[in-house]
């Protein structure tokens, strides 16, 4: 750990990394319903790229608090790494677990089908309040309310076609949606940060230009080295 945390390599440069480390499936799974790949391969895609960004999260926390501190704090920084990926996947899949099984049994014991979409948006939401692990807990919220839509287990929680048509129409135009808005702030973040310093200084585009090829070589990289 100690090698670690004193390894010769810039701070904002491991900082870059950790950020361009998630990988956002949005084209891949475009492709994919255009090829009508089966939906088990596009849920498996979709939940590598959620894990992944939480790694990104916790690495890039991590050096940053590898970076702010020196000696023992950067050391005990890099030993919880370990203890709080495991914090974020357990606590996401741990409350959109307990959320989704309480408003199954609640749906089941209303017996009002016209009931049914609310209830699956009441899930979603409540995820989003516990504050720790959204991310995980909405997609793993997200797995449970797939079951039920596609009816895969037996459950006296059964959607009508109608209710199922719908849900899956309105996740499909939010989640297009989410995936825009996220591209859209995105680029305004980046452009109010580069407001901060002088553009009218050619180190500031060379830093970029160089950051944007060396992101696309370890890309290129990984995808022609790794790919069979």
Known sequence: MPVVANFPVSGGCTAFGTLIAATDPVAVIALFKELCVPEGLTMLVEGESMLNDATAIVLFE???????????????ALER????????????????????????????????????????????????????????????????????????????????????RYLHDFWDHAAFIANSLIFLLLGLTTAGFINQFDSSTPRLWSSIAWAVVAALLARGVVVFTLTP
């Open 62 to 76: 991590l050096v940053m608090a590898v970076v702010a501190s020196e000696g023992v704090e950067a050391v005990t």
């Open 81 to 164: 790494a370990p203890l709080n990926v495991f914090a974020v996947l357990g606590g996401g899949v741990l409350t959109g677990g307990i959320i989704a099984a309480v408003m199954e049994y609640s749906a089941a014991l209303a017996k009002k089908r016209l009931l049914d979409s609310g209830y699956c948006l009441c899930d979603y939401c409540l995820c989003c309040f516990p504050g720790c692990r959204t991310l995980l807990a909405c997609f793993w919220l997200d797995c449970c309310i797939d079951s039920r839509v596609s009816g895969g287990r037996a459950s006296d929680f059964r959607l009508s076609r109608e209710v199922r």
